[in-house]
């Protein structure tokens, strides 16, 4: 079973900063990478898959780069909505993984 | 429009069966391609991945979970059941599906609903 490890756990950002998350596979995981967001009580969104394309609907302050073992995502400039966990997860192998998730939280 | 609604017992005792049902519209599980899954998130955690179905009937489960999960589809209705037995407290969370995109991601979610494993 591939193990997704997100480091940090928690990140303390003041708005207009720009964040970078981090998510390791323990194997290759081509580009097969999902990165979902959360906000307290909903339910994940999803943000980026194929590693880098943006899901319909979101801002372009959020990219996602990496393939691999390897991955990032990025928010340019990190919005007062964008505070939430962040989760990726991998689908190139069974059983999906997802990671552990990284929490943005106000500075 | 593509819309999912978790729903079943709030509550259930150890070793019991839980049976959950995911409704949706905006998409037919009969149309090539499409698939729904179960995930679940225990209180304060991470998201779990548990049980993938799609439109030819194919299934897949979480190993660890394998002898205790089953999926399937009533296309007619447009559900998805999961049935989880011998149910733990350590089963408690917030279960959620979803519609797969291709080729495993989730790109629209229900709500999720809450349920505790408690005697």
């Known amino acids: 079973e591939i193990v997704m490890t997100q480091s940090p756990a928690t990140l303390s950002v003041s708005p207009g900063e720009r964040v970078t998350l981090s998510c390791r596979a323990s194997?290759?995981?081509?580009?097969?990478l999902a990165w979902y967001q959360q906000k307290p009580g909903q339910a994940p969104r999803l943000l980026i898959y194929g590693a880098s394309t943006r899901a319909t609907g979101i801002p372009a302050r959020f990219s996602g780069s990496g393939s691999g073992t390897e991955f990032t995502l990025t928010i340019s400039s990190l919005q007062s909505e964008d505070f939430a966990v962040y989760y990726c997860?991998?689908?190139?192998?069974?059983?999906?993984?997802f990671g552990g998730g990284t929490k943005v939280e106000i500075k | 429009q593509i819309t999912l609604k978790e729903s079943g017992p709030t509550l259930v005792k150890p070793t019991q069966i839980l049976t959950l049902t995911c409704t949706f519209s905006?998409?037919?599980?009969?149309?090539?391609?499409?698939?729904v899954g179960w995930i679940r998130q225990p209180p304060g955690k991470a998201l779990e991945w548990l049980a993938v179905i799609y439109w030819d009937d194919d299934k897949r489960y979480r190993p660890s979970l394998n002898n205790r999960l089953t999926i399937a589809k009533d296309t007619s209705k447009n559900q998805v059941v999961l049935i989880m037995t011998n149910m733990d407290p350590v089963d408690t969370a917030t279960y959620y599906c979803?519609?797969?995109?291709?080729?495993?991601?989730?790109?629209?979610w229900g709500q999720g609903t809450l349920v505790t494993v408690s005697s």
């Open positions: 194997q290759s995981v081509s580009s097969n």
């Open positions: 979803a519609h797969r995109s291709s080729p495993h991601y989730f790109d629209y």
């Open positions: 905006g998409f037919s599980l009969s149309t090539s391609g499409v698939g």
């Open positions: 997860q991998q689908y190139n192998n069974w059983p999906l993984i």
